[in-house]
């Protein structure tokens, strides 16, 4: 992405007559439509752009969602429907996601039925002014053990969106198993795969962890999904883990094929899949180095990858690099990083992005959670949660997995949000047993704080920048022991962090800082091509959406 960043620039909307203001760094144009003046919630996701509108999800109070649309030239709100999806059975349906496919709009949401020991998924044809049918169309009906092992659904887009990847996992205890089915649906969410099964389990094994880690589809719809299962050989004193990668082309009517990677001491700490634009699959993630009689130390070592070659689907390589002393230092500080110490295991994947070379550029934040006590009784009790999203590792992998470079982005970033009841990420599973492709805040939480946090990658041209709110005294810091905490979000600046080919950052801040300038919800946008992304901002109550447009 050979980009020189960043410019926000005052910009002429010439079909509003109005000029807006911005905070100014190099090569970037911020536009913003009309300010929004309902009071009908915080938009919480951009669902996307059709049919020359721009469709959002907003939320108001605990669980009121709305669809506001706008026009997409003006950015101006053009419509406001709260979404009321039907009954079943004389149940209530909850909501679950808003997705277009092949720019039709639809609305998804589940019920669980306790007789039958059912969990239903259903689609809401929604028009392009908003309007939800009155129909809908059953996606799924699982057979789970009970309730409380019911597990959930997750979602993926095909890369051209034309198509949507849905998985439902459930645990059946009983019969030491977990169960996925899989359904991908074209734009009338008529359903052209199908494929379910029971991948079993062995709990009586020492420090046991069995987790299914990621899914995907690729641009050929071959669809992907890998389940990581590791344990302690105690007689042996050795760390045994497996990958099993279940493949399904299309060209091969979607035959599964089951691809095995076998690894010993090394523990897998998470895994995430990225199907790539070369026709290979890549497994990465952290791993953590194992003690001689085989247990794990759990701190994070370095960074794997596996290459899986999908014209043949063999496994062409597997590398572990270790954090290099420079991004220990960085980490730890230099008296840790020169005692040989590892890196806590508080850090996810954010972001993998596929390189022009091939490689990846794994990216990835700390993130914690910290919940307070509860306060008050029953349903009228409140729980503060602060969320903190911090510093980032940078990790630049070469097309055959080795490490190319590293670096670190240094931010300090919390806000915390108020709730009547917790619920960690939507992570699913229980003990030593979990589905990990859900993880993302809440939509729960989303408008009250944690959605100014984080930041916006952006690869473009073979180049690297990451894009995030911070505290205006921070301006030309890079070094992470000097950085100061974000403290208010609503008085945050943009700034950029922009990587050369070795790893190496340059930052770039507002020229001039404007005062009550709106500020970017890094946690709210969506990406409409490499240089243009669909974006939202806040100060206080007012709120706009707008356009991010890179330039050359």
């Known amino acids: 992405m050979k980009i020189n960043f960043l410019k926000v620039v005052f910009f002429v909307l010439c079909s509003l007559n109005v000029i807006v203001a911005q905070n100014k760094i190099d090569k970037i144009n911020l536009t913003y439509g009309e300010e929004i003046t309902d009071d009908k919630g915080k938009i919480v996701k951009i669902i996307g752009e059709a049919n020359s509108k721009i469709y959002s999800l907003v939320l108001k109070g605990k669980s009121d969602y709305f669809l506001k649309i706008f026009d997409s030239k003006a950015m101006k709100q053009i419509a406001n429907n709260q979404i009321v999806l039907p009954e079943i059975k004389e149940k209530d349906v909850e909501f679950e996601e808003a997705v277009l496919i092949n720019d039709k709009l639809y609305f998804i949401g589940s019920v669980y039925h306790r007789k039958e020991k059912k969990f239903t998924l259903i689609g809401v044809p929604v028009t392009d002014k908003g309007v939800l049918s009155d129909n809908f169309i059953t996606l799924f009906e699982s057979q789970v053990a ?279 990420f939507g992570v699913g599973g229980s003990g030593s047993f979990n589905v990990a492709v859900g993880l993302s805040i809440p939509l729960a939480v989303m408008g009250k704080g944690p959605e100014y946090l984080s930041a916006i990658p952006i690869y473009r041209n073979g180049q690297l920048n990451i894009l995030f709110n911070d505290n205006v005294k921070n301006k030309g810091i890079t070094d992470i022991e000097e950085i100061k905490a974000l403290g208010n979000y609503n008085n945050a600046v943009p700034t950029l962090f922009v990587f050369d080919d070795k790893g190496n950052i340059s930052r770039k801040d507002p020229e001039e800082v404007i005062k009550n300038e709106l500020v970017l919800r890094p946690g709210v946008y969506n990406r409409k091509t490499e240089n243009e992304y669909i974006i939202y901002a806040s100060r206080k109550s007012v709120d706009k959406i707008g356009r991010m447009i890179l330039l050359d």
């Open 146 to 424: 009970n309730k409380s092992d019911r597990g959930g659904f997750y979602f993926r887009n095909s890369p051209d969106n034309k198509m949507l990847l849905v998985m439902h996992t459930s645990l059946f205890e009983k019969e030491d198993a977990m169960k996925y089915e899989i359904k991908f649906f074209d734009e009338m969410l008529t359903s052209t795969f199908f494929t379910e099964s029971k991948v079993s389990y062995d709990d009586n094994k020492k420090d046991y962890q069995f987790t299914i880690s990621d899914f995907d589809v690729n641009y050929k719809d071959d669809i992907f999904l890998v389940v990581n299962e590791g344990y302690r050989d105690k007689k042996n004193k050795e760390k045994v883990e497996k990958f099993e990668v279940h493949i399904f082309k299309k060209d091969n009517g979607y035959k599964k094929n089951v691809v095995t990677i076998d690894l010993k001491d090394k523990e897998i700490i998470n895994c995430k899949m990225l199907a790539t634009n070369k026709n290979t699959l890549k497994l990465t993630g952290f791993y953590s180095s194992v003690r001689e009689n085989g247990k794990a130390n759990k701190e994070l070592k370095g960074v794997y990858n596996a290459t899986i070659n999908l014209a043949n689907d063999v496994t062409e390589s597997i590398k572990f690099n270790e954090f290099d002393y420079a991004t220990k230092v960085k980490l730890l500080g230099e008296r840790r990083a020169k005692k040989g110490k590892d890196v806590k295991p508080l850090y996810n994947i954010h972001t993998i992005i596929e390189k022009n070379d091939g490689g990846l550029i794994v990216i990835s934040e700390y993130q914690m959670i910290y919940v307070g006590q509860k306060q008050g009784i029953g349903p009228l009790g409140i729980q503060p949660i602060t969320y903190t999203m911090n510093e980032m590792i940078v990790t630049s992998l070469k097309a055959d997995g080795t490490l190319e470079w590293s670096n670190v982005v240094a931010k300090e970033q919390s806000a915390t949000v108020t709730v009547a009841s917790f619920n960690l």
